[in-house]
């Protein structure tokens, strides 16, 4: 696997060029917000319901899964006795509910016997390790508009809208790549994130430390700008639940703004939560967690979130470290020191004490374990979760900046019964891989698939695609029980210059990518 390499000296100019994309100075989160603890917490498990034709064939699944397996004396017991005329009423209902039980279990569960809905991995094998530069690439001139920073496509794929670093946002269709739009000086500076509220409404961020809200029916003129942010505004997420916009910035401040009371004027807006050194913050699939990364390489979580709660500095105390050195399978092991936080070379938990506080918006404070750089700070530069809610995807870069890693982290099922002596981390290291080392100082931001199965990652002058097995199987059905390697599906490239950003369509087997020169690549399985 060949990968792209640049002179320092290329690098540096780079990164002079456009200091707006350079990670901020690394220091410690000076948190003032303490939180709970001693409170268990469950991560809500993702719902995986079984399909309706496996529940209309369940007896001819069950009965030849039973021919098959003598492991499954319940469901042989259960097909037999509804064969039988006799059999009490009593006990054909037990029997029943015992079958649909353990087709449910067989459709959710690990293992080999799995639904076959879902046991489909060698034509996603295919499908993936065939994708390769579309003909009719999306080609920008870097003339007016300058290097793209974010793509986003609406949640029914028919819109790529990418976010540019001359104030514009262009607006494609992404079947066609035909350009729909330009908005021209849609902000005064670098356009930074693009999120869609809805199949109309988006949403656009900048440094101008502005938000702006459009309408795709309306593109001629904003629907409303707001304004918060006292520093650059970097990325937005949008809680469904309570039609909540949310936006982080380089102030360290996390804002809430309410989209069911916008007016020309912009809509009421609340300080959320403040860290330093904030990089990106994101929200679960459910909306019930919140992962904010940090330049000086903490992961903060808030669990049980409550948007409504505003939590304010001064109703924390200053936070102090119990650092646990964790073991590969995410076991508590080793001594435990206190003390304020600081860089550290394993990955640990700050569990403050909770003192009448409410239960929720529970703050976890974690430094993730990062393969080669156990003697070293690192940085969080980009930061994405599994669009099912299993694991947190980050990219990260040492200090020196000599080198960058792809890492994924389960979320931890469960917690424990009574208090351990040492608090348990939420996240495990299962996947990791060593990227290319390529336009230090910029920001690449890498994707899941909408099924999860793959991870797309800016790798030079190209794309690299990566899953968690040789069979591009979902990662509920290949947990490794020690930290292993992401397995490359495959490398395109199709750039002249570093790729910064990257994203799959939600309904098309599309993927897109943007680079520094401005240039938008589509890719597509070629058959």
Avoid at 156 to 170: I, K, M, P
Avoid at 248 to 267: A, M
């Amino acid at each position: 696997m060949s990968s792209v390499h640049q002179s320092d000296s290329e690098e540096a100019d780079e990164s002079h060029d456009r200091p707006s994309r350079r990670v901020c100075d690394r220091d410690d989160p000076g948190l003032e917000d303490s939180d709970d603890e001693g409170n268990t917490r469950t991560p809500p498990q993702s719902s995986r319901e079984e399909n309706a034709a496996a529940r209309d064939n369940s007896e001819s699944t069950a009965a030849e899964d039973s021919r098959n397996s003598p492991s499954q004396p319940t469901v042989r017991g259960a097909l037999s006795h509804e064969c039988t005329a006799t059999t009490d009423p009593g006990s054909v209902e037990s029997n029943s509910n015992s079958l649909f039980s353990w087709l449910h279990n067989r459709t959710i569960r690990r293992g080999l016997f799995v639904d076959p809905a879902r046991d489909n991995f060698r034509a996603m094998t295919n499908l993936y390790s065939s994708m390769s530069p579309a003909a009719d690439s999306v080609n920008l001139s870097t003339q007016t508009h300058g290097a793209v920073f974010n793509l986003e496509y609406s949640p029914d794929g028919s819109v790529l809208t990418v976010a540019c670093e001359q104030t514009e946002v262009l607006l494609f269709d992404p079947v066609s790549s035909k350009h729909i739009k330009t908005l021209v000086e849609a902000h005064e500076d670098c356009v930074n994130n693009i999120r869609f509220l809805d199949n109309r409404l988006f949403a656009t961020c900048s440094d101008d430390t502005t938000i702006a809200l459009w309408d795709l029916r309306k593109l001629n003129s904003k629907v409303c700008s707001l304004h918060g942010h006292a520093s650059w505004v970097k990325n937005i997420e949008y809680d469904t639940n309570t039609r909540l916009l949310v936006t982080s910035g380089f102030d360290g401040n996390v804002i809430t703004w309410d989209t069911n009371r916008v007016t020309e004027d912009g809509c009421p807006h609340k300080k959320f939560f403040h860290t330093r050194y904030l990089m990106r913050m994101r929200l679960t699939p459910d909306c019930s967690k919140m992962l904010i990364s940090t330049s000086s390489g903490y992961l903060l979580i808030l669990h049980d979130l409550d948007l409504t709660q505003s939590l304010e500095v001064g109703s924390y105390r200053m936070l102090r470290a119990r650092r646990t050195p964790l073991s590969s399978d995410g076991s508590a092991s080793g001594s435990r020191s206190t003390g304020a936080p600081r860089h550290g070379n394993d990955s640990g938990k700050i569990h403050p004490h909770r003192e009448g506080l409410s239960p929720r918006n529970s703050l976890e404070v974690l430094t993730p374990e990062i393969p080669g750089e156990r003697d070293r700070g690192n940085c969080i530069t980009s930061l994405q979760l599994h669009p099912k809610g299993w694991a947190a995807l980050i990219r990260c870069s040492s200090n020196m900046d000599d080198q960058e890693w792809t890492c994924v982290y389960e979320f931890q099922d469960g917690a424990p019964t009574r208090p351990p002596v040492s608090p348990r981390c939420s996240l495990r290291l299962t996947h990791y891989i060593e990227e290319a080392n390529v336009g230090r100082g910029y920001i690449k931001e890498l994707c899941f698939s909408p099924d999860g199965r793959l991870i797309c990652s800016p790798y030079g002058y190209g794309v690299r695609l990566l899953s968690f097995d040789e069979n591009c199987m979902e990662l509920s059905d290949c947990l490794p029980v020690q930290t292993s390697c992401l397995r490359e599906v495959r490398s395109i490239y199709s750039h002249s210059d570093v790729v910064l950003t990257t994203k799959f369509s939600p309904t098309h087997c599309q993927l897109a990518s943007g680079c520094l020169s401005g240039r938008v690549s589509l890719y597509q399985p070629r058959f």
